[in-house]
């Protein structure tokens, strides 16, 4: 269902923002926040979980 939904919901929300707005810059801003954010933090993120045993935190016996 993520494959359905989650364009669906940019989609919406680009069309939300352009329609409170009027600016296709503040469009613009969505889609570049959207694709800068996780490249930042991604290898952030990576780095702490390779750090955790994934089966204990879990909860896996």
């Known amino acids: 269902m993520s494959y359905l939904g989650d364009p669906l919901s940019l989609v ?3 069309l939300y923002v352009a329609e409170t707005t009027g600016q296709a810059l ?3 801003v ?3 926040v959207g694709d800068v954010v996780p490249a930042l933090f991604g290898p952030l993120t ?3 979980t390779d750090r955790f045993d994934l089966a204990r935190a ?3 016996p």
Do not use: T
């Open 46 to 48: 990576g780095a702490v």
């Open 58 to 60: 879990s909860g896996e």
């Open 12 to 14: 919406v929300l680009m």
């Open 30 to 32: 969505l889609l570049l």
């Open 26 to 28: 503040a469009v613009a």
